[in-house]
């Protein structure tokens, strides 16, 4: 895949950040990894609806109790060193798990939630650490392009990472029982997370003079992430944005797909996994898009236009039954993922000095992973109670009505940074 600006960048730059673009690249090919697979375990252990959601809320669960000392630890300490520490631990989480199981350990529930809510609590520090770096590490004028880059190498693991699992599940990997080439699969999501930190440990950042920022302790930085964006009109208003955006649509996004291939239509894990692989091919394909014609595209405009188009494309899941028809929209969904993630990031990253990013970026991943948990648990309690043709149609509707409302509240204000994708192009 191509990068963007490196023409433009100097080479110890240009280095740097294609090392935290491969390590990112990896990192997030063994997320997409993950998620889908404790989803179906947990549908398998228990066979009830609620458990996928309960599972996958665990893995979101620590961004909430978490991400905002995350945050104030990224502008604090050596953000490379954070990457990799996720990376490590993460890989260490997996492979323990799978040798335990493999050992005898009982898999039950509990067990599923306890190994996801780790998982959830070694990610967090990642996310605000790479946002907050990469400003660093490129000039101003590439850092739409790299924004859009990085979107675009995410979508591209999480479909790498999709399509390998399908391939995984689908050539009896691990033996014919399912669970089985599930752990397999998980396993080899523990492999992404070590090649993402080696590629993050060849990373070396020129040195800064850093302002001293440990006169106050820890809780105290994170107190003050919290007052600057209440007192931040943009900030706040992007962060009420997206809390209502994910709170309706990020539950149904991943436990819907499972209970509807699943139990619907009867379907097996690799389906889940191809399923959610042409998402992500859309979002590949979006954000290819949005880096050929979106240098001038106003961005608060774009991101609201996304938010209600992401809601939109939910509708047709109400009435689809056929597997392919699911695929084609599903890709279709994706998209649009990756406008509503490089407006957001990008506007932040611009209007937000270096010394307070990390804490920032720590509150958005707070909403978006947050917001999730709790997203995850309605959706759960929902299937469980109407079908999941109901929560279908309930996600739909609330997250284009959040997108609709966001524009009619913040229009104004967006419009006011509409020149910043050529100030930084």
């Not at 109790?65 to 060193?81: E, H, Q, S, V």
């Not at 894990?269 to 595209?297: D, S, T, Y």
């Amino acid at each position: 895949m191509s990068t963007p600006g490196t023409a433009a960048t100097p080479d110890p730059f240009r280095r740097n950040v294609l090392l935290l673009w491969w390590g990112q690249l990896v990192s997030a090919t063994g997320d997409a990894l993950f998620v889908p697979c404790i989803g179906w375990l947990a549908a398998e252990v228990t066979g009830q609806k609620f458990t996928v959601g309960l599972a996958m809320a665990a893995t979101a669960l620590p961004v909430l109790l978490f991400a905002p000392l995350a945050g104030a630890w990224a502008d604090r300490g050596d953000r490379r060193r954070i990457l990799i520490a996720s990376d490590l631990a993460r890989a260490g989480l997996l492979f323990g798990f799978v040798l335990a199981v493999e050992a005898g350990l009982p898999l039950t529930l509990a067990t599923l939630l306890v190994v996801a809510f780790l998982l959830g609590a070694f990610s967090t520090p990642f996310v605000p650490a790479r946002d907050a770096l990469l400003p660093s590490i490129v000039g101003p004028r590439s850092l739409a392009r790299w924004n859009a880059a990085f979107q675009t190498s995410a979508t591209t693991a999480a479909l790498a990472g999709l399509l390998l699992g399908g391939v995984l599940l689908a050539s009896g990997l691990g033996g014919s029982d399912s669970v089985d080439r599930v752990l397999a699969v998980i396993a080899a999501d523990g492999v992404t997370f070590l090649v993402s930190a080696a590629a993050l440990f060849a990373l070396v950042l020129p040195r800064h003079p850093r302002v001293q920022r440990h006169a106050t302790s820890l809780w105290a930085d994170v107190k003050s992430g919290w007052r600057e964006a209440r007192g931040d009109k943009l900030i706040l208003g992007l962060l009420l944005l997206t809390a209502a955006n994910n709170l309706a649509l990020m539950g149904p996004a991943y436990v819907g797909p499972v209970l509807l291939l699943k139990d619907e239509l009867g379907l097996g894990p690799q389906h889940l996994v191809w399923f959610e692989a042409a998402m992500a091919l859309g979002m590949l394909l979006g954000g290819l898009l949005l880096a050929r014609f979106g240098k001038n595209l106003p961005l608060g405009r774009l991101l609201m236009v996304a938010l209600v188009l992401d809601g939109i494309t939910y509708l047709p899941f109400v009435w689809l039954d056929h597997y392919g028809a699911l695929v084609v929209m599903i890709l279709l969904h994706g998209l649009f993922i990756p406008a509503i993630v490089v407006a957001r990031t990008t506007l932040l990253q611009a209007h937000v000095p270096d010394g307070r990013r990390g804490k920032v970026f720590a509150l958005v991943h707070v909403t978006v992973t947050g917001m999730t948990a709790l997203s995850c648990l309605g959706a759960g309690a929902l299937a469980e109670a109407a079908g999941v043709r109901s929560l279908f149609a309930v996600t739909g509707v609330l997250a284009t009505a959040s997108g609709i409302v966001g524009y009619l509240l913040l229009a104004r204000d967006l419009d006011q940074v509409r020149r910043m994708p050529e100030t930084l192009a």
